[in-house]
């Protein structure tokens, strides 16, 4: 009997589907030989460090570096039933053999590796790598499982990189905590990330704009532009030595240029894409990709190609002319698809592009949920792109002179609409329309020689514009691209991150405080700000994922050496605590939080401020306090809000509307007037206004 285990329960479902094991039982699928089962996720994570020594629950300077040894793992948590019921398959004395179906990728061969070793379990085990959940692909898979030990180099360089991010991110993040105090998260691909967003912001914050001005000719329909010109008094009289006067047209070049079609998307993309077209982050644009592979409808997401692999060719001819039947791309004009274009042997890594699967043909795309839809759809739209033929276009310039200056208009005559056909069509068929640049409009067939008399002319105002704000659309491509440079050419990841763990890089600095979202745009915090600036370059520089990116490319192909990897990385972290012990009286205030008064102290006239149980005066000496749990608040379900304290403190009063009544119906104003007898806490006394003639019927 073969145990085979896969990442999530919707993978096993697929796979027991497509093997005819059919009968359900508990916590897995069982028939045909086979017993299918499944992780949720990664069940076994590195040990927290106080798992080591309870003494690091508290962060102190005297204990760090730590660099446990050996590295220890545990269950993770709430996951221990899922753990034990593989356990439990694992020790049946009818399964002989295993079969690791997680997630063919490195983090996929670590999930099944540690729950395997934690187990205990040493009975043989293959290798299924898939790209596709299609039942032809997962029985293809079947019939071609690889022995589990050729991908052993792939596992020591998931556990090094899982132990030296546990290492340096543990070491570097309560390292500036403990020196900053406040909760600073260090990582290796979070930090650069940061810094990257810090580094734009501060190129628009100290960007100062600057004037210039265009002259521009009316010239038989079309406009000719000046170069830009900086003095208004300059532009002004170009303008006046031009109105009414004699252009001639000097020359005009015509060049024929293609736009060959888009290539497949890979993860990074297709989140692009999704941000630029549809606003959505990259962590839902992954998630509902990800519900589409489950579903049978899109091949693998978690993929960085942007190809297809010969043996598929067949296949992705049949998908295409599903595609080209989906609405509204039904309303395409016949084209011949050329799948040539969509194969690369060489450029396929572990997984091929995204494309939809041969499962559309049974899709029912509006019983999908619009987000699903949406992704699918714009999948459908890529596919049919690919392999259509170039955008084809005539470019035109032509150059006129007038006033002793030249003047230039462009163009633009298109040949073939090519694969923008398909494009258009798919745009015109969303609700809201993307912001896209508009391609210059054709111009007028001039001729070199050819005059216009008495010319309009006109001058136009212009600000030179700061650079733009990271979009997630952006700044994901900035990522993928981030220290590329340095990276060998055969570098198994580039950039920083993957395509499927930049999306929760992005999220976990949103949710730490660091960088907000304002719009489309992504904007550092205060708090990100100064943590990019009291960080060492070390980690806030792409190098450190490009070199631990190298190294670890080459223990995955077994050529590196982990073990002189990691002794690496210890020193790096020895290096961290050594070199910054100790910080400024001023450079420990940069991350104390900013307070706003709620008002003056009414009686040593000092700002008050907000705490979790009260209002208090700065000056502690004054022992003025206002406590939000007082009993003339809590007994009257009412809650002291810092409008009401700052309207106290103001005003002496505040109002504090429907609190009591006579009866059903009949309610009042309350004016709540501070007592400043000077006492530790304030009393209030009540004040009710008169009954006006004519309330509740009287």
């Given amino acids: 009997m073969k145990l085979v285990i896969c990442e999530k329960p919707s993978v096993a479902k697929s796979i027991a589907s497509a093997l005819g094991v059919t009968s359900r039982a508990d916590s897995c699928f069982e028939g045909n030989g086979l017993i299918v089962s499944w992780c949720v996720g990664h069940l076994v994570s590195p040990m927290d460090a106080a798992g080591y ?21 545990v269950l993770a948590k709430g996951k221990e039933d899922a753990f034990q019921n593989l356990k439990r398959l694992m020790e049946r004395p009818d399964v002989t053999e295993l079969v690791n179906a997680c997630d ?18 040493r009975k043989p085990f293959s290798r299924l790598w898939i790209s596709s959940m299609e039942d032809a692909a997962i029985r293809e898979g079947f019939a071609g499982l690889r022995p589990g030990a050729e991908y052993d180099p792939l596992y020591q360089s998931a556990l090094c990189r899982q132990k030296a991010d546990w290492l340096i991110g543990i070491n570097a993040t309560r390292l500036f905590s403990v020196l900053y105090h406040r909760t600073l998260n260090v990582g290796r691909v979070q930090t650069p990330t940061l810094a990257m967003l810090v580094d734009r912001d501060s190129k628009i914050t100290m960007f100062r704009k600057e004037k210039y001005h265009h002259v521009r000719l009316t010239l038989g329909g079309a406009e000719a532009v000046s170069e830009k010109i900086a003095a208004p008094e300059e532009a002004e009289t170009l303008r006046a030595a031009c109105a009414g006067a004699e252009a001639v047209c000097a020359s005009v070049t015509r060049e024929q240029k293609k736009e060959a079609p888009p290539r497949l998307y890979d993860l990074t993309t297709l989140q692009r894409e999704a941000n630029r077209i549809f606003g959505y982050t990259a962590k839902q644009t992954l998630d509902y990709a990800q519900s589409l592979y489950e579903k049978k409808l899109l091949t693998y997401p978690r993929t960085d190609s942007r190809y297809l692999t010969a043996d598929m060719a067949e296949s992705a001819s049949a998908v295409l002319h599903l595609a080209a039947k989906v609405p509204s791309f039904d309303g395409c004009k016949e084209f011949f698809p050329d799948v040539t274009l969509l194969v690369n042997d060489k450029k396929v890594s572990d997984h091929h592009a995204i494309i939809p699967t041969l499962e559309l043909e049974k899709a029912s795309l509006s019983e999908l949920p619009v987000g699903e839809r949406n992704i699918l759809l714009l999948v459908c739209r890529e596919l049919l792109c690919a392999v259509a033929e170039p955008y084809v276009y005539e470019a035109v310039t032509a150059t006129f002179t007038c006033g002793g200056q030249t003047f230039t208009a462009k163009g633009r005559r298109i ?14 068929s969303l609700k809201e329309q993307p912001e896209d640049e508009a391609d210059p409009a054709a111009l007028p067939d001039f001729t070199e020689g050819q005059t216009f008399d008495q010319v309009d002319a006109s001058v136009t105002e212009h600000f030179t514009a700061p650079p733009k704000a990271y979009t997630e659309d952006t700044l994901l491509a900035a990522m993928e691209t981030a220290g590329k440079e340095e990276m060998p050419e055969d570098a198994e990841r580039k950039g920083l991150g993957t395509p499927a763990t930049r999306a929760a890089i992005l999220e976990k600095l949103v949710a730490a405080g660091f960088v907000e979202r304002k719009g489309k745009s992504l904007i550092p915090t205060k708090a990100g700000i100064n943590l990019v600036t009291v960080l060492p370059d070390t980690l806030t520089s792409p190098m450190l994922t490009a070199e631990w990116e190298q190294k670890l490319t080459a223990i995955a192909r077994g050529e590196g050496d982990p073990a002189a990897f990691m002794a690496g990385i210890s020193d790096m972290a020895r290096e961290l605590v050594k070199t910054y012990s100790h910080i400024s009286e001023e450079g420990q ?11 003056l102290c009414p009686h040593c006239g000092k700002p008050v401020y907000e705490g979790k149980k009260n209002f208090y005066c700065s000056d502690r000496s004054c022992q003025f306090v206002l406590w939000k749990d007082d009993r003339f608040w809590t007994s009257r379900k009412k809650e002291l809000t810092k409008k009401m304290a700052g309207d106290l403190l103001k005003k002496g009063r505040t109002s504090v509307k429907g609190m009591w009544s006579e009866k059903k119906g009949a309610t ?29 019927g009287r």
């Fill in 415 to 428: 040949l073939s609409e090519g694969w923008r056909e398909i494009d258009h069509i798919f745009r015109a």
């Fill in 589 to 599: 205030k940069l991350f104390a939080p900013e307070r706003e008064a709620v008002g």
């Fill in 104 to 121: 063919a990728g490195r983090e996929g061969e670590l999930i099944f590796r540690l729950v395997y070793e934690m187990a205990g379990c």
């Fill in 53 to 73: 020594d309870p003494a690091y629950k508290k962060w102190k300077y005297d204990d760090l570096p730590i660099l446990p040894e050996p590295f220890r793992y």
């Fill in 668 to 696: 009042y104003d309350a004016v709540v007037v501070l007592d400043d007898t000077g006492e530790k806490y304030v009393r209030f006394k009540l004040e009710f206004p008169k009954r006006k003639e004519g309330v509740n």
